[in-house]
């Protein structure tokens, strides 16, 4: 059931904001989610700040965890040994409000006018709400929060109290340790879902305060990383703390005085968060360094307001003629922001840091779908992540000789760079996530010609991913090069033999490997590597005229499409041997191999692939839609197109996969990015040059964003009838525009474009029943 479209009275379109204009009970952990505040490295949820009124709030540090030793029912060698866990760091978004004896909750008061919104383009949070309360006064309350920038560990938060006669008012402002406070276990066997521990993790290495002032510290029990947090607060003239209270899980400063109508009451808390991940720096104070970096409230707001400017000016992607959209738009491109921003060397978790999904782990999501917005939005930002790859190596090498291959394995989830996956099959077997790092390391050097990071890290990312696949497959009989026992993007199809996806992308690999100058790549590696990658086995069906998503799938039973919606998705309803035995896709596989390697394939046999495999997918993965969306702009379904594009933008918004409340689908915010550059303005890179095939949807005005591309900044601007570029920063660019090669320099230079015609829709022998796409596709 949609959320956010569903009641355009209280989250109304506006282009800038996303606004609440009534509370309404349900739903809040959602838009706890929705509402959050993040950096890369801090997050904040948009909880409110009274307890009462919040489901699961929390805050998070990126990289923050505990371990655990994995426990597994039936061992076997070479299982994941270790697992790990983003923890809840002490939470200072709390505010217990006391009006002439009255708690104030949206639950229980009387509530008499509610507004609450996120500003895109400060990233400031605020909720102001007037309450009549039981002795008669009606009282106004507005809290306001944000996230540094520069300081990237610290958060303001403000609190003022209005009202219109003489009221008794008792605040208590308080850091609660959520991280071990009893919960309600949600998880109902949901894998998308964080777990709880079973002991207490953060441990007390220092809890003093007084006068208003808090400096608390604890370390994890297992993992011994430590967190400090530095609280100050500062009142409105004459008012000092009634009492203040240290506790290792709830410390707290207290307020009591009387407000007038002509005096109102404003309390700011300046909190500073410092993390310690290297639990062998001993000399490293978390407390003191959390003290290091208190800034004030104000200047807090302004970091992120001047951050948020510069960000706009450069990554902003604007629609024109579709305001709905637009906000859906900005919403997603402020959530990678928050994900990103701050991140420095560090992975970016599933979830961002808005929440524990996925229990903070770093997946394949960050090299394929969001280091393509990083690259050319942040490049330096993308570079960090690459780094924080590269930093995983003697790890990834460590647990290749486990897994009896050559270079480097990555793992499959991880914050530590172990491997965290307890289930192998979808897990470990997911042996794609090497081509992916492989695949952004290369896309980078084309997109910033780094020749530092070439010769050095990105060389070693490439030189061990390759290592590895030559290690893994093998020269078959018929004398093609096959790569068996692994998984692809698509999970519900595992451990199968010659997975398309995983074939080409790890043909890719070997090839940029073997194309390297490097003096520690001998010339018989290089010559096997281009060996196996010229004879690399592609599955394709003879009789269907498609390229197979591996050498048995179309011999799979097809799924009974009468599953009723409720059954979906299919994981969490259907154990993994029925999914496994049928024809059917939980996301796009063959389809996004011949998204990222479009070089590789036709027209025709794009088409074909997406007119056999779309209507097989069920979308149960957030991944799917926005690669679904790309390839049929590129096809030429602009119907199709447009549809995947909206269920994408609206994924969160609309919590449409029944999760958003364990945090933003970071990855899925990223396939936003990447519809609108490369499925709608048909962005294709790591060519001789930057080439665009635009297909602009007939309902669209126009659509208009920048690139960072080899020093330049492109400004790229697109019409029904026209792409214009301009470099407004650098030297001019050689670009491709549809076969046409054009020099692109400060003055604008318009392209007139053609209309694209659907394609007649494929016709297979045998028509199997579809979910997503009902009807036959004609022309239109």
């Known amino acids: 059931m949609a959320l956010i479209t569903a009641d355009r009275e209280r989250f109304p379109d506006t282009p800038?904001?996303?606004?609440?204009?009534?509370?309404?009970?349900?739903?809040?952990?959602?838009?706890?989610?929705?509402?959050?505040?993040?950096?890369?490295?801090?997050?904040?949820?948009?909880?409110?700040?009274?307890?009462?009124?919040?489901?699961?709030?929390?805050?998070?540090?990126?990289?923050?965890?505990?371990?655990?030793?994995?426990?597994?029912?039936?061992?076997?060698?070479?299982?994941?040994r270790t697992g790990q866990r983003i923890i809840y760091v002490p939470d200072a978004n709390n505010f217990t409000i006391v009006v002439d004896g009255e708690v104030l909750s949206l639950a229980e008061s009387e509530v008499l006018d509610y507004r609450r919104s996120v500003d895109f383009s400060t990233g400031v949070y605020e909720c102001r709400t007037t309450w009549l309360c039981r002795s008669g006064a009606a009282v106004t309350t507005t809290e306001r929060r944000a996230v540094g920038y520069v300081s990237r560990g610290s958060l303001g938060l403000s609190l003022d109290v209005e009202t219109d006669r003489l009221v008794s008012l008792d605040v208590t402002s308080s850091v609660i340790n959520r991280q071990d406070?009893?919960?309600?276990?949600?998880?109902?066997?949901?894998?998308?879902?964080?777990?709880?521990?079973?002991?207490?993790?953060?441990?007390?290495?220092?809890?003093?305060?007084?006068?208003?002032?808090?400096?608390?510290?604890?370390?994890?029990?297992?993992?011994?990383?430590?967190?400090?947090?530095?609280?100050?607060?500062?009142?409105?003239?004459?008012?000092?703390?009634?009492?203040?209270?240290?506790?290792?899980?709830?410390?707290?400063?207290?307020?009591?005085?009387?407000?007038?109508?002509?005096?109102?009451?404003?309390?700011?808390?300046?909190?500073?968060?410092?993390?310690?991940?290297?639990?062998?720096?001993?000399?490293?104070?978390?407390?003191?360094?959390?003290?290091?970096?208190?800034?004030?409230?104000?200047?807090?707001?302004?970091?992120?307001?001047?951050?948020?400017?510069?960000?706009?000016?450069?990554?902003?992607?604007?629609?024109?003629?579709?305001?709905?959209?637009?906000?859906?738009?900005?919403?997603?491109?402020?959530?990678?922001?928050?994900?990103?921003?701050?991140?420095?060397?560090?992975?970016?978790?599933?979830?961002?840091?808005?929440?524990?999904?996925?229990?903070?782990?770093?997946?394949?999501?960050?090299?394929?779908?969001?280091?393509?917005?990083?690259?050319?939005?942040?490049?330096?930002?993308?570079?960090?992540?690459?780094?924080?790859?590269?930093?995983?190596?003697?790890?990834?090498?460590?647990?290749?000789?486990?897994?009896?291959?050559?270079?480097?394995l990555f793992p499959w989830r991880t914050i530590n760079g172990l491997e965290a996956s307890a289930y192998y099959a979808a897990g470990t077997a997911q042996f794609h996530i090497a081509a992916a790092i492989a695949f952004a390391t290369n896309r980078y050097l084309w997109a910033t010609e780094d020749t530092a990071f070439r010769d050095g890290m990105g060389a070693e990312l490439l030189i061990e991913t390759a290592r590895m696949w030559i290690s893994l497959g093998f020269f078959g009989k018929d004398g093609l090069f096959h790569i068996h026992g692994v998984t692809g993007p698509d999970e519900y199809t595992a451990v199968v033999n010659d997975n398309l996806y995983?074939?080409?992308?790890?043909?890719?690999?070997?090839?940029?490997?073997?194309?390297?100058?490097?003096?520690g790549v001998t010339h018989e590696e290089r010559q096997l590597w281009d060996a196996a990658a010229d004879r690399m086995h592609l599955p394709y069906d003879e009789r269907m005229q498609v390229y197979s998503q591996d050498n048995d799938f179309m011999t799979l039973e097809a799924w009974d499409w009468d599953t009723p919606r409720s059954k979906y998705p299919l994981l969490l309803h259907f154990h993994p041997l029925v999914i496994y035995r049928h024809q059917v896709l939980k996301q796009a596989d063959?389809?996004?191999?011949?998204?990222?390697?479009?070089?590789?394939?036709?027209?025709?046999?794009?088409?074909?692939?997406?007119?056999?495999?779309d209507p097989i997918t069920t979308g149960d993965s957030t991944l799917s839609a926005c690669v679904q969306g790309i390839m049929a702009a590129e096809v030429g379904y602009s119907r199709e197109a447009l549809a995947h594009f909206t269920n994408a933008a609206f994924i969160d918004l609309d919590d449409t996969h029944g999760n958003?409340?364990?945090?933003?689908?970071?990855?899925?915010?990223?396939?936003?990015?990447?519809?609108?550059?490369?499925?709608?303005?048909?962005?294709r890179d790591q060519g001789p040059v930057p080439f665009f095939d635009p297909r602009l949807p007939a309902s669209w005005d126009g659509l208009s964003f920048h690139l960072m591309i080899r020093g330049r900044l492109l400004q790229v601007t697109l019409d029904a009838g026209s792409l214009t570029l301009v470099v407004q920063d650098g030297e001019p660019l050689e670009v491709d525009v549809r076969g046409q090669l054009l020099t692109v320099g400060a003055a604008p230079l318009k392209v007139a474009l053609g209309p694209v015609d659907a394609p007649e829709a494929t016709v297979f022998p045998s028509q199997l029943p579809t979910s997503s796409i009902p009807v036959v596709r004609g022309r239109s």
């Open 16 to 80: 800038w904001q996303l606004v609440e204009t009534r509370h309404e009970p349900g739903n809040a952990g959602t838009l706890e989610t929705i509402f959050a505040l993040g950096n890369g490295h801090l997050g904040i949820r948009g909880a409110h700040s009274a307890t009462s009124d919040a489901e699961l709030p929390g805050t998070f540090i990126n990289g923050l965890h505990e371990t655990w030793d994995i426990k597994h029912a039936e061992n076997a060698f070479g299982f994941a």
């Open 181 to 408: 406070q009893p919960v309600e276990d949600h998880s109902e066997h949901d894998p998308r879902r964080s777990g709880r521990h079973a002991g207490r993790v953060l441990q007390p290495l220092r809890l003093d305060g007084g006068d208003g002032s808090l400096r608390l510290a604890w370390q994890t029990a297992a993992s011994r990383q430590r967190v400090g947090v530095a609280v100050d607060h500062w009142t409105s003239p004459g008012h000092q703390p009634f009492e203040t209270k240290v506790d290792q899980d709830d410390s707290n400063v207290r307020y009591v005085l009387a407000v007038t109508a002509e005096e109102p009451f404003r309390l700011e808390k300046s909190v500073s968060y410092a993390a310690v991940f290297d639990a062998h720096d001993d000399a490293a104070d978390a407390a003191e360094a959390a003290e290091a970096g208190l800034l004030s409230v104000q200047d807090v707001f302004a970091e992120s307001a001047a951050h948020y400017g510069a960000y706009w000016a450069t990554s902003d992607i604007v629609v024109d003629g579709q305001p709905g959209l637009q906000q859906a738009i900005r919403w997603n491109l402020f959530q990678l922001a928050q994900a990103t921003a701050r991140a420095d060397v560090a992975g970016i978790p599933a979830k961002g840091v808005t929440g524990s999904g996925y229990e903070g782990h770093y997946f394949w999501d960050q090299e394929v779908y969001l280091l393509p917005y990083l690259t050319y939005t942040n490049p330096d930002g993308a570079r960090q992540v690459l780094e924080f790859r590269h930093a995983m190596l003697p790890e990834a090498r460590y647990r290749a000789k486990e897994l009896s291959v050559d270079g480097a």
């Open 502 to 519: 995983t074939n080409v992308m790890a043909r890719f690999n070997l090839r940029a490997a073997a194309a390297l100058e490097h003096a």
């Open 590 to 613: 063959t389809v996004l191999a011949m998204f990222l390697q479009w070089q590789d394939f036709t027209a025709e046999e794009k088409q074909r692939a997406f007119d056999f495999y």
């Open 660 to 683: 958003t409340i364990d945090g933003v689908h970071i990855a899925s915010t990223g396939g936003v990015w990447s519809s609108l550059v490369c499925g709608f303005a048909g962005l």
